[in-house]
């Protein structure tokens, strides 16, 4: 028995040991596969030369990682994004963390210059230009929507805040700050003056402790080349806010379009130098360093902007690091990986600096040091974006259920689950920012403001229950003169299907009140689907094209078309609608109106007057096959709009119900704007009918802007006008118009950071009129071909505006010059 138990004992013992060992030879395996898979290598060489530097030092927030050895490589391991590379006799440089990294040094020494001059002058490479015209000929192949279908998740997180080393040196500061203020003796302030110095002091700490934004959201990307795109936002979180904001849901990045570094039309913007080739998880890659055309001085022509690396087999991009001049400003970097011979985005980092917090030095006193009010403390301050992506399957099943509804949908904002997402947990100052901004959210009401913000994007000033529209609150045109209105909307936080709204205005011109009640009643929440009622007094220019469903840019942009015409009637009356949403692509409304029209100027219809009854019936569809929506608790948000898109409206009139006449109307806009090697082109395309007997409301006025008076021509452009034509001359009953605009691609910067460029445009319209003798008053059908040809400057001068040059020709043109002539100016943001 004694023999048995120490047999047991020793084979226990053994037993213990064994496991031990295993353990230990586990965890030595895990330390070793961590170590060598999770090490970055980094080849560091002279510039120009393209020899080893040895002994170059990399350092991650100043803190030394390696040293190169003879042949110019280390390894390392890092949690840091960018480290920076050091070796004596060279300029220092930063360099973007991955597997495999090259860096180039600059020498010091001004006799390297020369060499230098040879490596970088102020023409691109051949070479370098010949692989990136390879990569945008292959990037429609190399792109993951020339599969049938794929899916993949993303966790990004986007933040404002201090750098690394503001933060340390911002700390300093406030415990400084914070202990010379404790030293000064107690001064009188008024109750109001001490409230501001102790927020001014807790937001200083707030800072201290957390960023100043967090944001962080988890998606969903389904593809499929049958249903198109579908992306579901699986849970995302805004710090100091209760609701998302859904605008930025929509911000994009480098996922599905060609980086602007690469852009056939960007290449004047820059200077491309084939540097050499590298291997990166054994695929052979091109290697392009750039830097932007106006760097002046010399030491800057010594430095690139950025890398881009290029699958020598596919040209498809591997990964394209983008700096700023100066290294403090900022940088944006984008990594590929190959799946199935498609390159999927898997990583983006970008860090831009946007302005400083600067803090005034204070004198003993506590009083501000009037002979150094030019003495302020600043500290940077910086956006920062983090972005993976994961989960990569290149053939799924596709389910027409998947992708039914908007093309993004909202499932979950309350930020629970993004823990199942991240790749990366939140550090101590993240985690703070959240229950900290958090509650200034909730004391400062910061839902509702940046509702303000958001709504006016979208042409709304979002003030509590009410959503107030800011295109009603000041308008001109020739009959009115200037027309201040008022016009309120109950949002979703009155009612979630009950939306009554109002509006009211006056013409300081015609001394005439204009008003108007109405109510949408909403069928569901999952789309845009509402009957409407209203009861309208107003006036409108007479012929004026349909602007039905057309958005807020539209609308902005065509607001100005009226601007010379005084040739409006007044109606009043009812209408019933009805408004759906058939698909994601395409809405229909249909509606009934039962009017008093008359007119306001000087006109008789068939010697029967100037005062109708009129009730109509109407049918209007837009169809937009690749723009973006989604729904959203105030409705539908089209956050990407895309062309093709069409629309139509068929109106017809009856003599039913106390109508005096009986007219079809119909009219129709089509616009696309597509790229070629060539530049970008616009193309608009519109036009109307108009069969059986009417007044001239509701036949079409061709939209002019000039004065007609033998004046220089200068006006505001409209969608649909004409820059040399005058304004409520010309009116048809059917008619045809384009509007066609080519960008040159020739890109170049004037001042400040905006971007200028030339657009070639042409216009031109023609049509008829039947019995022009039944409108007893003073017009003009256009029955030839009008035209007129111009030259846009975008950005003019570095402005938000582009100036345009117009001339008339051909057959309404006239042999003074100034009749011809027009000068156009337009809001950039607007588009073509």
Not at 67 to 85: L, Q, S
Not at 244 to 250: H, K, T
Not at 662 to 672: C, G, I
Not at 753 to 768: A, E, H, T, W, Y
């Amino acid at each position: 028995m004694t023999n048995i138990l120490k047999r047991t004992n020793l084979f226990l013992i053994f037993l213990n040991t064994f496991v031990d060992m295993k353990r230990t030879l586990t965890i030595f395996l895990l330390f070793f596969v961590i170590t060598i898979f999770g090490q970055s290598k980094i080849t560091v060489l002279k510039t120009g030369e393209r020899t080893p530097i040895a002994n170059a030092s990399i350092y991650c927030d100043g803190k030394l990682l390696a040293k190169t050895d003879g042949n110019g490589t280390a390894t390392f391991r890092t949690k840091c994004n960018k480290v920076e590379v050091k070796a004596t006799g060279f300029y220092e440089d930063e360099a973007v963390v991955d597997k495999m990294m090259e860096i180039n040094l600059s020498k010091t020494d001004p006799k390297t210059q020369s060499i230098q001059g040879v490596v970088i002058s102020d023409k691109s490479d051949p070479r370098a230009l010949a692989i990136l015209q390879k990569v945008n000929d292959r990037y429609k192949d190399n792109s993951p929507q020339s599969l049938d279908s794929y899916s993949f998740k993303s966790y990004e997180k986007i933040s404002f805040d201090f750098d690394e080393d503001s933060i340390k040196q911002y700390n300093k500061y406030l415990t400084n700050r914070l202990d010379s203020l404790s030293l000064l003796p107690p001064t009188v302030q008024s109750v109001e003056k001490r409230k501001d110095s102790l927020e001014s002091v807790n937001v200083m700490k707030l800072m201290s402790e957390s960023k100043i934004f967090l944001w962080e959201r988890a998606s969903e990307f389904l593809y499929s080349k049958k249903y198109g795109e579908k992306v579901n936002i699986l849970d995302n979180r805004v710090a100091g806010l209760k609701e998302p904001v859904y605008e930025m849901l929509a911000l994009r990045s480098n996922r599905n379009k060609i980086p602007r570094e690469i852009r056939e039309e960007n290449r004047t913007l820059y200077r491309y130098f084939l540097t050499d080739s590298i291997d990166i998880e054994g695929r052979k890659n091109y290697v392009i360093r750039f830097r932007q055309a106006d760097y002046k001085k010399t030491i800057q022509r010594r430095k690139f902007n950025g890398y881009i690396y290029v699958d020598a087999e596919t040209y498809g991009l591997k990964k394209i690091e983008s700096n700023s001049k100066k290294k403090s400003e900022g940088t944006i970097t984008s990594i590929w990986k190959p799946i199935d011979n498609k390159w999927f985005l898997s990583k983006e980092h970008l860090k831009i600096k946007m302005g400083a917090t600067a803090f005034r030095e204070n004198d003993a006193d506590g009083k501000k040091d009037k002979e150094n009010k030019q003495n302020k403390k600043k500290f940077g301050n910086y956006v920062f974006l983090t972005a993976d992506y994961f989960d990569f399957q290149t053939s799924i099943k596709e389910n027409k259920k998947d992708f039914s509804g908007y093309s993004m949908s909202v499932k979950n904002s309350d930020g629970k689950a993004l823990d199942q997402f991240r790749t990366d947990s939140l550090t101590e100052r993240e985690r703070m920012t959240y229950s900290k901004i958090d509650s200034v959210g909730k004391k400062y009401k910061l839902d509702r403001k940046v509702n303000v913000l958001t709504g006016f994007i979208q042409g709304k000033i979002r003030i509590g229950k009410f959503d107030i529209d800011a295109l009603q609150l000041l308008k001109y045109n020739q009959y009115e003169g200037l027309r201040v209105g008022f016009a309120a909307k109950m949002n979703e936080k009155f009612n979630k299907y009950i939306s009554p709204d109002a509006y009211i205005a006056y013409g300081f011109k015609d001394h005439f009140w204009k008003y108007g009640v109405g109510v949408d009643i909403k069928t569901t929440l999952e789309k845009t689907s509402f009957f409407r009622a209203e009861y309208y007094n107003d006036v409108d220019a007479a012929g004026r094209f349909t602007e039905n469903l057309w958005n807020f840019k539209m609308k902005i942009n065509n607001s100005g078309v009226d601007l010379r015409n005084d040739r409006f009637y007044h109606f009043e009356g009812f209408k019933l609608s009805y408004e759906n949403d058939l698909s994601n692509a395409l809405t229909m409304r249909i509606s009934a109106k039962k009017d008093k029209e008359e007119t306001k100027f000087d006109y008789n219809f068939q010697n029967r007057g100037n005062q109708f009854e009129n009730f109509a019936a109407q049918l209007t569809l837009r169809y937009s096959p690749n723009s973006k929506s989604m729904m959203t608790p105030s409705g539908k948000l089209t956050y990407e709009q895309n062309y093709p898109e069409f629309y139509a409206n068929y109106e017809q009139g009856m003599e039913a119900l106390g109508g005096d006449f009986t007219y079809s109307r119909f009219d129709v806009l089509a616009q696309h704007q597509f790229k070629t090697k060539i530049g970008v082109t616009g193309v608009r395309v519109y036009g109307g009918l108009v069969s059986g007997e009417a007044p001239i409301w509701h036949n079409f006025a061709i939209a002019g802007l000039g004065s007609g008076n033998n004046s220089l021509n200068f006006n505001f452009t409209s969608y649909l006008g004409f820059a040399t034509m005058e304004g409520g001359k010309y009116y048809n009953d059917k008619f045809a118009g384009f509007y066609l605009t080519h960008r040159i691609p020739w890109y170049f910067r004037t001042i400040g950071k905006s971007i200028s460029s030339f657009d070639f445009v042409c216009r031109g319209v023609i049509g008829d009129m039947k019995n022009p003798q039944q409108h007893q008053f003073e017009f003009e059908k256009l029955d030839h071909l009008y035209q007129e040809v111009g030259l846009e400057a975008n950005n003019f001068l570095g402005s938000p505006f582009n100036l345009g040059f117009f001339y008339r020709v051909g057959h309404y043109s006239t042999s003074i010059f100034k009749e011809n002539f027009a000068i156009q100016l337009k809001l950039n943001f607007l588009g073509f």
